[in-house]
Structure formats: C-alpha cells, structure tokens
C-alpha cells in the first residue's frame, strides 16, 4: 500500500498522456485508502475544536480498514482482533465517552462491513470482530459496503480517481462529460466468477462478447488492463450505460467510476446501491440509474441489448444529466483543496452524522428509546427517522427473508 498513501491518501498522480483525464486532480487511487484521505480531509476541516464539550460529534481517527487488511489472510483470530480490542479498551475509558457513551463518536474503516462482522471465532471464519463488540455498537461506523440489519454502519461512497482541488476543476470536467460522444450503448468492466453460481457475471460477459454495441474489458487472472484507469475511464467515456453487478460484495468502486465518467449505472441488486448509499444518492433511484433483476438474466436471460434500447433518447439524456450533476457529492475532494462551493462525499457524510447524533440528544432530553428491538431481524432502512424516505423494496429479497421472520 505504500505507493497509495503518497499525497494525503490519494496516490500517485495520473499524467494525462491519452487525453482520458484532466491535466490536475487525478490520481491512482486505491478503493480502499478511505481511511487516511477521510482522515486527512477532516484535519482541514473548518469546525474542528479541542473542547468535547462544544463538538457536535466526536471522530475517532483510526484507521480500521488498514488494521484488518493486514490480516486478513494467514493470521489468527486472536491477531486480527488484538487492535480494535485495544482501541475499545482506550475509548471507552475517556471523559468523552462517558457523555455519551460512544453515541456521538464516528469512525470510517474504508472497506465493506463484513470485513468487520466475523460470524464466530472460528479460525476459518473471514475478518475481525470489531463492529460486533458491545461499545463499537453505539458508534456510528462508516464504511464503503454497509448491512441492511445491522444499526451501527452507514455506507458512504468508495474514492474514485478524480479529486479536484479547485471548484473550476470540477465544473469544467462536468461540462466535458455532457459533451462526450458515446458510440457504445452499453459495457462491463470485470471478471467472471465461475465459483459463484448465483453470479450473473458470466451471463453478461456472453451477451457483451456477441454484440457491437458493447464494450467489454475483460478482467481474468492475471490481466493488468483492469487496473489502468486510463482504460476504464476511457471505456466508461464512450459509453451510455456501465454494466454494475455484485462481485465478491454487493457493491462496487466501478459504479462511482461510471458517474465520474457520466456513463449511466445499470444495476442487479438493491444493495448494489439503493439501499447502501442513502446520504448521497438520490432516493429515486429512476432519475440516474436503470434496474434489472438478476433474475431476468440469470433464469429469463433477458437481452440487455434489448431492454436499454428500449430507453428513449430523451431519457438518456435526462438520466446523464442527473448523474454528472451527482459528481459533486460523491467524490472526495484533495485534502489541500481550497474548494467554497461543492459539497463533496465528505462534506455529506459528517453532516449527516451530527444531524444524527444531534436528533438523538433530542430524544434523550425528550427521554425516547429506540433500543428494543433485536438488531439482527430488523430492516434498517425502514428504522430510519421518519423525515428519511429510504425503504425497504419489496422485491428486495433481504426485505421478503426479513418480513418472513
């Protein structure tokens, strides 16, 4: 990881040698360096103060998702564990704790949270143990891939490659992405997982194979080209629709990728998106992305050809419009910015973690509880405060398993 850390957490810079990027603002960055450019961008952050008694939320800068990748392969539960325990163990015995008993304390670990969430102590069983440790519980944990049940994660977007500095960087890219020739109707950007017989993957790199109005980058064992970003923007580019489904999670860096290019996302799964990123998307999911059930192209195998053609021109162009206005929100500016403007994926995230932690001082002086419930059988997004939109879809197959229960 050490290349990625270089320049606060962004990478190394891109040299704009293809004409793909702009010539300032891009970077290789790794999808999961959430954790230090969070990190560096809350040092710059306007509203900091040393006082715990004046701050609307407290962040804990420790860099979870760094911690856990270290041993997630070859190392024993004991190890994997020793770092969160440690920093429990320190937190909940600070003055700052006690006011709250962690409620108004935030982390971000940039990876999903099942990397967090290990079922048993088992040896085999994946990650750590953090977010199931009792305090952990009562903070609020930001992470790139968040639980449909679980209270204590919010999913926040994955870094893309773009991270301007200045809000002229940001506008002219825009204004370049509405003016961009798309010749392709659709494409995907990935690898099969033949392993995996519910994925979809090997469906649509068939379908795309066969067809002209498809682009494929093809990402086996081995291949280098899937991680040049060079050409997968310039793939996404020239695309009207970017082809989203799960890989070895729900979500994907690919599909903020496909924003940042004005490239329409096509996704397969709620979860994908819908029911993850609820602070930075748009609740209507229609106005920027199109859905296909998995279902349709696992068992119908329906033509993807033939259902995004089936889109007018109008549309189209209705939908890229409101996807390259949601660049913005959804990309983490350059920690050295000096941006007056924009609001980016940051700026959202702590907005929206002291508008919870100051409505729930609010319902601890109006003496409410929301507690009594059993974490693990509740659909989180139907929990939400009711000035929240979010709910749960019916054809969610998460939704149906948990109303059955």
Partial sequence: MCMFITNFGLGPSLENVEGVFSNTGWYATNQFALDLIFSNRMKQYKCLTNDSSLAAAIFVPFYAGFD???????????????????????????????????????????????DFRRLTDRQSDWGNNFLSLPPAKNMSILVVESSPWHMNDYGIPYPTYFHPEKDSDLSIWQDRMRKQEREHLFCFAGAPRPGNQKSIRGQIIEQCKNLNSCKLLECGFGESKCHSP??????????KFCLQPQGDSFTRRSAFDSILAGCIPVFFHPASAYTQYTWHLPNNHTKYS???PEDDVRIKNISLEE?????????????????????????????RSNSNVFKDAFDIAVEAVIDKVTKLRRDIVEGQNYGNFIEELSWKYALLDKDQTAKPHEWDPFFSETKQI
């Fill in 68 to 114: 856990v990748a270290r041993y997630l392969w070859g190392h024993n539960i004991t190890t994997r564990d020793a770092a969160s325990l440690a920093l429990i163990e320190w937190l909940v015995k600070r003055p700052e704790w006690q006011i709250m008993g962690g409620r108004d304390h935030f982390l971000v670990a940039g990876r999903i949270t099942w």
């Fill in 230 to 239: 060079s050409r997968i923007m310039q793939m996404f580019q020239g695309t």
């Fill in 290 to 292: 199109v859905f296909i």
């Fill in 307 to 335: 259902r995004l053609s089936q889109i007018s021109a109008e549309e189209v162009k209705n939908m890229r419009d409101t996807v390259i206005n949601l660049i913005p929100q959804l990309i983490y500016a350059d920690p």
